[in-house]
């Protein structure tokens, strides 16, 4: 059966799109029971009536060269939070470090099309990032780092992130070629973990995204 699951508002007016009106397309990537029944899920309205399988096919065709990964991280909401803004922005792969296990409901159902990899430790995502030749760019609010509103972040990158309050281990922040920060500017010692990976995303963004390809 296909998939439906929470949207991105969970009460008032049903949201999406009801059954197909008229004639059926005729195309492969669309799902006879979402033509049938109507399309509520949170996805853009370039994909709606798509099977989930050509959603994530057609995502794979336009994903970005960065990833994202995740250390030491403490609450699910959060987890669930990077996971869905590396999906808004493409991101090749979320990798998460240390923790299999967490309650997916903070991502709103894009975990269902966001490629994630699990890893034991930090050497199990070193390896892989050297296997694919990138590089590894930590983030981390600590003395030395580059701004990042004016890092020359790396093409192909894993941009990783700790939880708010401990950050990075030591092992992470060694290894990584480039430590950068976010400015602040308030009476706050740092900023929610979520709210972090999705400044810095945006920062590659900025910098390397074709902005003509965006929805």
């Given at each position: 059966?296909?998939?439906?699951?929470?949207t991105?508002?969970?009460?008032g007016e049903?949201?999406?799109?009801?059954?197909w009106?008229?004639e059926?397309?005729?195309?492969p990537?669309?799902d006879?029971?979402?033509?049938a029944?109507g399309?509520r899920?949170?996805?853009?309205d370039?994909?709606?009536y798509?099977?989930r399988d050509?959603v994530?096919?057609?995502?794979d065709r336009?994903?970005h060269?960065?990833h994202?990964?995740?250390?030491?991280?403490r609450h699910?909401?959060n987890?669930?939070?990077v996971?869905?803004?590396?999906?808004?922005?493409?991101?090749?792969?979320?990798?998460i470090?240390?923790r299999?296990r967490?309650?997916?409901?903070?991502?709103?159902?894009?975990d269902?099309?966001?490629h994630?990899?699990?890893h034991?430790?930090?050497?199990?995502?070193l390896s892989f990032?050297?296997?694919?030749?990138?590089?590894?760019?930590?983030?981390?609010?600590t003395?030395?780092?580059?701004?990042?509103?004016t890092a020359?972040?790396?093409?192909?990158c894993?941009?990783l992130?700790?939880?708010?309050?401990?950050?990075?281990t030591?092992a992470?922040?060694?290894a990584a070629?480039?430590?950068v920060?976010i400015?602040?500017?308030g009476?706050?010692?740092?900023?929610?973990?979520g709210?972090?990976a999705?400044?810095?995303?945006?920062?590659?963004?900025?910098q390397?995204a074709?902005?003509a390809t965006?929805?």
């Amino acid at each position: 059966m296909t998939e439906q699951g929470p949207t991105e508002w969970e009460f008032g007016e049903p949201v999406g799109v009801g059954p197909w009106p008229g004639e059926w397309p005729d195309d492969p990537r669309y799902d006879a029971e979402l033509l049938a029944n109507g399309d509520r899920r949170n996805v853009v309205d370039a994909y709606r009536y798509w099977r989930r399988d050509a959603v994530i096919a057609d995502l794979d065709r336009r994903r970005h060269d960065f990833h994202v990964a995740i250390e030491n991280f403490r609450h699910d909401h959060n987890i669930g939070t990077v996971v869905r803004t590396a999906n808004a922005f493409a991101a090749r792969a979320v990798h998460i470090v240390g923790r299999r296990r967490w309650n997916r409901r903070g991502a709103m159902v894009t975990d269902r099309y966001q490629h994630i990899v699990h890893h034991p430790d930090v050497d199990s995502l070193l390896s892989f990032a050297g296997k694919e030749n990138l590089t590894l760019v930590a983030v981390d609010n600590t003395p030395g780092a580059t701004p990042v509103e004016t890092a020359a972040l790396p093409r192909r990158c894993v941009l990783l992130f700790g939880q708010e309050g401990p950050g990075l281990t030591d092992a992470a922040r060694a290894a990584a070629p480039l430590i950068v920060s976010i400015a602040q500017f308030g009476s706050t010692r740092s900023i929610n973990a979520g709210v972090a990976a999705g400044i810095v995303m945006h920062a590659w963004i900025r910098q390397h995204a074709d902005l003509a390809t965006a929805w």
